[in-house]
């Protein structure tokens, strides 16, 4: 789920994915099988998967998940043929969404995300009418720590050719290009600064965001992201609310 505060729509999410851990470790394997595929086996010449096997030690994923997911990849161990799929539709308030889905049966995953949608008194909507509303980047989640400073992590982000960097009392967050997320990942690495490997990614951020400010409409967003990000299929959900601190904080 991405909104306009991350580090708020973490601290939302933290609790619940604690216990969906079998998920994540379904929704990363498939991920390294891809980038596998698209790049090679081997971390050092395939930024995307070095980026993902640190996610997936992030959250404590076994070693042997992460070599069966490669090994898939490589065609060492069979693979379902995996397709990337996007779904797009609108909820309370005319808050947009944007689905990832990676699947073995697209028929099978359009019935079941569309009655997702349906069951949210919603439906798909028409192919990037809500999608053009984002830009595809690289997020990068820094936590506050003691002894970092806001200068020296620009300093260090900035000169490895990050874009932009934003400030909230738990942490901060880092905007790349696409293509530049992996080098200033590794630039933090070499400057010793932790970040969130977890939550950081490329992904889809949005341009304009809605305000969300009544409660009701608040959690009846989260219960459809909810039920979206519980499917087996679906790796991402994207989201253009803007939500109002005192109902992010009664979402909890």
């Not at 994923?61 to 490669?70: G, H, L, Q, S």
């Not at 379902?80 to 996007?86: A, F, K, P, S, V």
């Not at 949210?120 to 984002?134: D, I, K, M, T, W």
């Not at 696409?178 to 990614?201: R, T, W």
Request: proline share 2%; with cysteine; charged share 25%.
């Amino acid at each position: 789920m991405s909104g306009h505060s991350k580090w708020q729509t973490i601290k939302h999410k933290k609790g619940a994915a604690d216990a969906k851990r079998g998920k994540i470790f379904s929704r990363i394997a498939k991920e390294i099988t891809v980038v596998v595929k698209a790049g090679g086996s081997d971390p050092g010449n395939n930024p995307s998967l070095r980026t993902l096997i640190a996610k997936a030690k992030s959250v404590n994923m076994p070693n042997e998940n992460i070599d069966r997911a490669v090994k898939k990849g490589t065609g060492e161990l069979a693979a379902d043929i995996l397709e990337e799929i996007t779904y797009e539709g609108y909820v309370g308030g005319g808050v947009g969404l944007v689905v990832k889905v990676l699947t073995d049966n697209k028929n099978r995953a359009a019935a079941e995300i569309r009655n997702i949608f349906k069951k949210n008194n919603s439906e798909f909507a028409s192919l990037n009418s809500v999608a053009r509303g984002f830009e595809r980047k690289g997020t990068i989640m820094i936590p506050a720590a003691e002894g970092l400073s806001e200068d020296q992590l620009m300093e260090v982000a900035l000169g490895a050719g990050a874009e932009d960097m934003v400030t909230e009392e738990d942490g901060f967050t880092i905007e790349t290009e696409p293509g530049m997320f992996n080098e200033v990942c590794a630039a933090l690495e070499e400057a010793g600064i932790a970040y969130d490997n977890e939550n950081s990614q490329v992904g889809l951020v949005a341009t304009q965001t809605v305000p969300v400010s009544d409660l009701s409409i608040a959690q009846s967003i989260y219960k459809f992201i909810n039920m979206l990000e519980e499917h087996d299929d679906v790796q991402d959900v994207y989201c253009n609310w803007d939500l109002d601190d005192a109902i992010a904080d009664q979402l909890d």
